[in-house]
C-alpha cells in the first residue's frame, strides 16, 4: 500500500505563488512517475504535469511557464511550484504517483486563488 500526502494548499491572492509537496510513502519499490492533476468545481479532473524518476517533465499546455515541477527522489517527494496565479487556477490539486505496485492518488489539495 502507497500513501500520498499533499501539503502547501490554502488562499492566494492573483498574481501570487504557492507551493505544493506530496510525499509518497509506504513503498519497498522505486516510485517512478510522479505527476499532479487537479479538478475545478463543476470541471473534469485534468492533467497539471508530471515528471519521471529522471526528471523528464510533462506539462499542460496552457500552464506552461507558470508551473514548475520537481521532486527529490531520495524523500520520494514530488513538488508544484505555482506561480503567477490566477482564479482560474481555484481547485483541488491531486498528486500521483506510479510505480511497479500500481498507481495511486493522493486525497487532494486545495488551492484557492481569490482577493
Known amino acids: 500500500q502507497v500513501q500520498l500526502v499533499e501539503s502547501g494548499g490554502g488562499l492566494v491572492q492573483p498574481g501570487g505563488s504557492l507551493r505544493l509537496s506530496c510525499a509518497a510513502s509506504?513503498?519497498?519499490?522505486?516510485?517512478?512517475?510522479m505527476g499532479w492533476f487537479r479538478q475545478a468545481p463543476g470541471k473534469e479532473r485534468e492533467l497539471v504535469a508530471t515528471i519521471t524518476f529522471n526528471g523528464i517533465t510533462n506539462y499542460a499546455d496552457s500552464l506552461k511557464g507558470r508551473f514548475f515541477i520537481s521532486r527529490d527522489n531520495a524523500k520520494n517527494t514530488v513538488y508544484l511550484q505555482m506561480n503567477s496565479l490566477k482564479p482560474e487556477d481555484t481547485a483541488v490539486y491531486y498528486c500521483?504517483?506510479?510505480?511497479?505496485?500500481?498507481?495511486?492518488w493522493g486525497k487532494g489539495a486545495l488551492v484557492t486563488v481569490s482577493s
Open positions: 509506504g513503498s519497498n519499490f522505486r516510485v517512478n512517475d
Open positions: 500521483r504517483a506510479w510505480g511497479a505496485w500500481g498507481a495511486y
